[in-house]
């Protein structure tokens, strides 16, 4: 009789090779160190394989390891899709859920949107991890998030996206800054150097470049921003211009700057999506969720007009 891995030990697995840190891993997976190890220890007796090369210091997964936890992965997400399908017939938005959102939506829209959720479904348990579209959208893909709230568009394969709402970017200046004249925007005119721009991996710069139809790349800065706080801040300086997407402009960010800010021309924006696996047996529940966020947010941004 073959004998097979347990989840927990692929679970464990996986938050290894992660981590490559056994204490870390251990902690993420709320178990002790000890335990943890003899768990790895077990799976690799079983196996009949070395999937990690231990030191005092360090902990390296060996190149089978990798293809072992990549495997891991997709086997997890299929269990979990079978617990889904056993699940159809509950009620919808009950039970945990695993949302990926980026940085420059997250901080914008959540603060809004979570205490209405949680008021609308009591009984859904939201998960949310915040990162780059890069990193959440492959958690998305190995199974570690059901879905992911992004700005598109982004390339996407095996996926379904939802589009939920336009997001407009609004040129964004400091009230004495001799770069732009009030009411009266030329891209052309600007300086070199003046566009200032989060750093490369955000897709909100490649977003801005496109829809603000930045063709002339000396008009954009060497110097580049961490975060849209940072960016801000950069621009309250008058270290030159940026441009803001329209969820930002309605937060508190620009709140004690001397920031002023001017809406671009029709089209100049970014879409706001949930995206899910092209294969998922929720996809009428994250609709119902797109719904949801959709109709908030409307109602969020006709209250800060």
């Avoid at 709230?149 to 982004?154: F, H, Q, V």
């Avoid at 621009?235 to 004690?256: C, F, Q, R, W």
Wanted: glycine letters at 4%; one cysteine or more.
């Amino acid at each position: 009789m073959t004998h097979l891995p347990t989840t927990k030990q692929l679970r464990y697995f996986v938050a290894l090779e992660q981590h490559e840190h056994f204490g870390k891993a251990a902690e993420s997976c709320f178990v002790s160190q000890p335990a943890f190890s003899v768990a790895i220890k077990e799976l690799e007796n079983m196996l009949n394989v070395q999937l990690v090369d231990r030191t005092n210091k360090n902990v390296t997964v060996t190149s089978l390891g990798r293809d072992i936890a990549r495997q891991a992965r997709v086997v997890l997400r299929d269990l979990e899709e079978l617990v889904d399908i056993a699940k159809g017939n509950q009620l919808p938005l009950t039970g945990p859920l695993k949302l990926g959102v980026i940085p420059t939506i997250a901080p914008f829209l959540l603060p809004r949107l979570l205490p209405a959720l949680r008021q609308q479904f009591p009984d859904l348990k939201l998960y949310l991890k915040e990162d780059l579209t890069e990193r959440v959208y492959e958690r998305l893909m190995e199974g570690e998030l059901d879905l992911i709230l992004i700005a598109l568009p982004y390339d996407l394969r095996n996926t379904t996206d939802m589009v939920l709402f336009e997001d407009r970017f609004y040129l964004a200046y400091q009230q004495e800054s001799t770069l732009v004249r009030a009411g009266d925007y030329d891209l052309n005119e600007l300086p070199s150097d003046s566009i200032l721009l989060l750093e490369d991996g955000h897709c909100l710069r490649d977003h801005a470049l496109s829809a603000c139809n930045i063709k002339n790349v000396d008009k954009v800065s060497n110097i580049t921003a961490t975060s849209l706080l940072t960016l801000v801040q950069m621009v309250d300086a008058d270290l030159g211009i940026t441009y803001l997407p329209e969820m930002a402009i309605h937060s508190t960010l620009l709140k004690n700057t001397r920031i002023k800010t001017m809406m671009m021309e029709p089209g100049s924006s970014r879409q706001i999506g949930l995206v899910w696996r092209k294969a998922s047996t929720r996809q009428d529940e994250f609709t119902m969720l797109g719904n949801f966020i959709r109709d908030n947010y409307a109602q969020t941004a006709s209250e800060a007009v």
